[in-house]
């Protein structure tokens, strides 16, 4: 196969010739620089490579062509290399235009003309790009196909599962030829969905998280009996402790039931997190931080649930529910929350046929000219509202308060007041839902006057509540009322039914109630729900596991 491409788009011959020059001049040895005159003409050679099968690595594109603008373009092309990294090429007067873009097209990053010293303003950017494509999986390599039922919820279970864990993946509907062809060579029927055959050609049938898993390659088994750090959830806080826990030498495994990134790894757009002045997705922070865990050698095992925490003497003892077990000095507890299940009349039976519990993102092309309805009045909530506003005709933004001032920041408040198409209904709430097979109504109610209105609808999206996951806790750890850890000072507020502080020592302030078990993040009571909180709270937590190590 020949050279990836790296290709760029000006309709300043002067400028077109620098980039390229400057291109090759540091990737010319593994890249193939293309550079095209306008959009059209990129578009046209893009096709081309398409044809060939080669890939395309980078695209670079001017703001300001006639004809067909630099946004314009990336649009275009993304339907021909979604994977390939975008750049927007962008004079100082334009950088609002070229922030825009980072939400209407995913823009990866803007560069600013002139970017001399390349050394200082050009390479550093492509080297980071690069590096995240060439990282990412390769569905042309390895195809991992579904065969299933657009409304069926097992088959929208399997693919959010690989959508969340980065596996790429092709949907073939059931009723389509090659659906149909394909159920017939396994020997099933449309009635057994979903298929799932895996790029080796194994074929599953209904397949749990773990046996998925293991197919496409993610580990489920502890590689040792014993570590220095276990650290339970994968999303920012898991990840962080993750990160600083292995790169300073500890033995590190870190568990996760289901994907990592939590519920900030299914964010369409984080814009306030430190270091991403021009807004990262929840995906790309995840992958990237996932990559960085494993490279100082974190062991991560994917589709793995704890379901028992035991004291055994100095050590740790984590049981898997498979009957699985592994020991540890110490664990991080950083589960993090779920959504709130909406209890609505007939909800729960759109679950994954309608009615989903976060962004699901990949549905969104699904939404592509509906009306969607999301729930929820904190920033997940209004991040979606953004998100599925380049798809749906009109997004619905329901909230049980006045407004969104209380519990959304402020950045996001005006994006959503400047996007026509995204609409606000305060004061309201979902009370049921109906349809066959799956959601085809809404019944909304006023939570002021009891008043009932029924929408057609078939596409609702929840971000409400936040529910820690710790019953599998009770009786070992103290936790609050409403589930969350109690950690440092908090613990004399423990209930009966939990273990008090047993040492005389006092607790670290992440410590639980039980000695070398932290808690960060989002599971711990009172913590701060933010992305940047909960990846401190994780850093911090392996600085307190040096400190109960060395007392030991």
């Known amino acids: 196969?020949?050279?990836?491409?790296?290709?760029?788009?000006?309709?300043?011959?002067?400028?077109?010739?620098?980039?390229?020059?400057?291109?090759?001049?540091?990737?010319?040895?593994?890249?193939?620089?293309?550079?095209?005159?306008?959009?059209?003409?990129?578009?046209?050679?893009?096709?081309?490579?398409?044809?060939?099968?080669?890939?395309?690595?980078?695209?670079?594109?001017?703001?300001?062509?006639?004809?067909?603008?630099?946004?314009?373009?990336?649009?275009?092309a993304m339907d021909l290399f979604p994977l390939a990294r975008r750049v927007l090429l962008t004079a100082y007067a334009d950088t609002g235009a070229a922030i825009d873009a980072i939400n209407v097209v995913d823009v990866d990053h803007y560069l600013l003309k002139p970017w001399s010293p390349p050394e200082e303003k050009l390479y550093p950017v492509l080297d980071m790009l690069l590096e995240l494509w060439e990282t990412a999986p390769d569905p042309g390599a390895a195809e991992t196909r579904i065969v299933g039922h657009r409304w069926s919820a097992p088959s929208f279970a399997v693919r959010e599962f690989l959508a969340r864990n980065l596996v790429p993946y092709r949907w073939i509907a059931a009723d389509e030829p090659e659906g149909a062809q394909l159920l017939e060579a396994a020997g099933v029927t449309a009635a057994d969905v979903p298929l799932v055959i895996t790029a080796d050609g194994k074929v599953l049938l209904a397949p749990t998280e773990t046996e998925l898993a293991?197919?496409?390659?993610?580990?489920?088994?502890?590689?040792?009996?014993?570590?220095?750090?276990?650290?339970?959830?994968?999303?920012?806080?898991?990840?962080?402790?993750?990160?600083?826990?292995?790169?300073?030498?500890?033995?590190?495994?870190?568990?996760?039931?289901s994907a990592t990134?939590?519920?900030?790894?299914?964010?369409?757009?984080?814009?306030?997190?430190?270091?991403?002045?021009?807004?990262?997705?929840?995906?790309?922070?995840?992958?990237r931080a996932?990559?960085?865990a494993a490279r100082f050698g974190t062991e991560i095992l994917s589709a793995?649930?704890?379901?028992?925490?035991?004291?055994?003497?100095?050590?740790?003892?984590?049981?898997?529910?498979?009957?699985?077990?592994?020991?540890?000095?110490?664990?991080?507890?950083?589960?993090?929350?779920?959504?709130?299940?909406l209890t609505g009349a007939n909800l729960d039976s759109f679950a994954g046929a309608g009615v989903f519990y976060g962004s699901a993102s990949f549905e969104a092309a699904g939404c592509r000219g509906d009306d969607v309805y999301i729930v929820g009045g904190a920033n997940s909530a209004a991040q979606a509202a953004v998100f599925f506003s380049r798809y749906a005709s009109r997004v619905h933004l329901l909230v049980r308060g006045a407004d969104l001032t209380h519990s959304t920041s402020h950045y996001l408040i005006q994006q959503i007041e400047a996007v026509p198409t995204i609409e606000v209904?305060?004061?309201?709430?979902?009370?049921?839902?109906?349809?066959?097979?799956?959601?085809?109504?809404?019944?909304?109610?006023?939570?002021?006057?009891?008043?009932?209105?029924?929408?057609?609808?078939?596409?609702?999206f929840v971000f409400i509540g936040a529910e820690p996951q710790t019953q599998w806790l009770d009786g070992v750890v103290a936790r609050d009322g409403r589930?969350?850890?109690?950690?440092?000072p908090d613990l004399p507020e423990a209930g009966s039914r939990s273990a008090r502080w047993p040492l005389v020592r006092a607790p670290y302030h992440l410590e639980t109630s039980v000695p070398g078990v932290f808690a960060a993040g989002d599971v711990r009571a009172e913590s701060v729900k933010r992305v940047a909180s909960a990846v401190g709270e994780g850093a911090m937590a392996i600085t307190l596991v040096h400190r109960y190590l060395e007392a030991q």
């Open 214 to 257: 293991e197919r496409v390659g993610l580990r489920t088994s502890p590689a040792a009996d014993f570590y220095d750090v276990a650290v339970i959830g994968a999303g920012p806080a898991g990840l962080g402790a993750a990160v600083y826990a292995a790169s300073e030498g500890l033995r590190t495994v870190l568990v996760e039931r």
């Open 290 to 292: 996932r990559r960085q």
């Open 1 to 76: 196969m020949s050279k990836p491409a790296i290709l760029t788009v000006d309709d300043d011959p002067g400028v077109s010739r620098a980039i390229a020059r400057d291109l090759r001049r540091r990737y010319g040895d593994r890249f193939r620089v293309l550079r095209a005159p306008s959009g059209e003409e990129a578009l046209e050679a893009l096709r081309e490579v398409k044809l060939r099968g080669e890939p395309l690595a980078v695209m670079i594109a001017d703001y300001r062509m006639p004809a067909m603008n630099g946004v314009q373009f990336l649009e275009a």
């Open 425 to 460: 209904h305060p004061y309201t709430e979902v009370a049921a839902g109906d349809g066959e097979k799956h959601l085809q109504q809404l019944t909304l109610r006023d939570n002021r006057t009891g008043e009932p209105t029924t929408v057609d609808a078939s596409w609702l």
């Open 304 to 341: 793995t649930e704890v379901v028992a925490l035991d004291a055994a003497g100095a050590g740790r003892v984590l049981r898997f529910g498979g009957g699985a077990s592994i020991g540890a000095h110490t664990v991080v507890l950083a589960t993090g929350v779920s959504y709130r299940r």
């Open 261 to 287: 990134g939590g519920q900030a790894g299914q964010s369409s757009r984080i814009e306030n997190y430190l270091g991403f002045p021009d807004g990262v997705s929840g995906a790309q922070l995840t992958e």
């Open 483 to 488: 589930g969350f850890v109690l950690t440092g």
